[in-house]
């Protein structure tokens, strides 16, 4: 069984770790702070660095909407880049490979990519209309091509519950667009025809039904918990 997990509150009804003997696991953003998923995706740049930051990354398979590898004999060049005056953070040791990225306006990091490392970009990723996803639908998508034609269950996408806001690290480092429930009602209010609309995200559900032939389950609206506990335990 093919699992994605959204960071809605309504994951907390199941426990991650009793899933995970079940089949494979898809997770966004946050997740990696309490549960290590089979795959994990960000497409937020901050979150990257977090997730980098932590070394999650080299020890777990991860996939990144900007993840573009620098061999190590472009360093110099892509260092001397930099405007004068920029703080440059780098991790060690050097390695083959490396990607920058930019922590504020004037700091940025060099990341050196283990040569162990499983981290991958993803190339279809884009920003345009058709390839745009959030973290969730990409990896809604993502576990589409890998599982070709397997059941995909989808567990915390709680704007399919009409419960935008409800995020379980609301109020945490890079969730901070709001400290309560109330506050994230109201953020999300005001993104209504932006990227950050629920509608858009919903349409992104809906291309990648017409796009492959995975049959795409949302546990909370067709099918109810109770329901998804059964059939796990058929």
């Known amino acids: 069984m093919i ?5 809605g509150e309504s994951r907390q009804k199941i426990d991650l770790h009793f899933l995970k003997k079940y089949g494979t696991i898809y997770g966004s953003n946050g997740l990696y702070r309490d549960f290590t998923p089979d795959i994990l995706l960000t497409c937020d740049p901050m979150m990257l660095e977090e997730i980098i930051e932590s070394g999650y990354s080299k020890e777990n398979k991860c996939f990144f909407k900007t993840f573009d590898k620098i061999p190590s004999f472009n360093y110099e060049m892509i260092r001397s880049m930099f405007p004068s005056g920029y703080k440059i953070y780098e991790t060690t040791p050097k390695t083959n490979n490396f990607i920058t990225m930019e922590v504020n306006s004037n700091e940025a990091c060099i990341y050196w990519i283990g040569d162990e490392e499983l981290s991958e970009k993803i190339d279809w990723w884009g920003d345009d209309i058709e390839n745009s996803f959030t973290t969730g639908t990409a990896a809604v998508r993502l576990a589409c091509t ?7 269950y989808c567990i915390g996408f709680d704007y399919y ?7 379980i690290f609301l109020g945490t480092r890079h969730y901070n667009y709001a400290s309560d429930i109330h506050e994230a009602n109201q953020y999300f209010d005001s993104k209504n025809d932006t990227q950050f609309d629920r509608k858009n995200w919903i349409e992104q559900h809906k291309r990648i039904e017409e796009e492959f032939d995975n049959k795409i389950y949302h546990v909370g609206k067709h099918l109810n918990y109770i329901e998804f506990e059964e059939l796990l335990n058929e």
């Open 3 to 7: 699992f994605c997990i959204g960071n």
């Open 146 to 152: 890998m599982n070709l034609k397997e059941d995909i």
């Open 161 to 167: 519950l009409d419960r935008t806001a409800d995020n």
